[in-house]
């Protein structure tokens, strides 16, 4: 069994920057693909980014954060990391780290395992 238990939200001008962190328990963390995905109020759940295990080439952006949100990945620590800048009040949401997915990795029905969420906040 997997948990999943992210860390980091908060209040944040826009332009600023936050990074949140997704601590996950469990033997075989370092063979998972990890992911963000992020809700908005009123909005569906969405793909931000996804990580694979070895990192590398193996990374996934969504457009809208292409080019300002880095995913990162510490299999010593057993931590994925969604380092935010240029941040703006669109990306305003509850964010989710998630793992193990069975098909798309960016769709969040093939996700195993979630965390229960951070807010972020930017202000305009």
């Known amino acids: 069994q997997v948990q999943l238990v992210e860390s980091g939200g908060g209040l944040v001008r826009a332009g600023g920057s936050l990074r949140v962190s997704c601590a996950a328990s469990?033997?075989?963390?370092?063979?998972?693909?990890m992911a963000w995905f992020r809700q908005a109020p009123g909005k569906g759940r969405e793909f931000v980014a996804a990580i694979k295990w070895r990192g590398g080439s193996g990374y996934y952006y969504a457009d809208s954060v292409k080019g300002r949100f880095t995913i990162a990945r510490d299999n010593a620590k057993n931590t994925v990391y969604l380092q935010m800048n240029g941040l703006e009040p669109e990306d305003t949401a509850v964010y989710y780290c998630?793992?193990?997915?069975?098909?798309?990795?960016?769709?969040?029905?093939?996700?195993?395992?979630w965390g229960q969420g951070t807010q972020v906040t930017v202000s305009s």
């Open positions: 998630a793992a193990d997915p069975s098909g798309s990795y960016y769709s969040m029905g093939t996700y195993e395992y």
């Open positions: 469990g033997p075989t963390f370092r063979t998972y693909v």
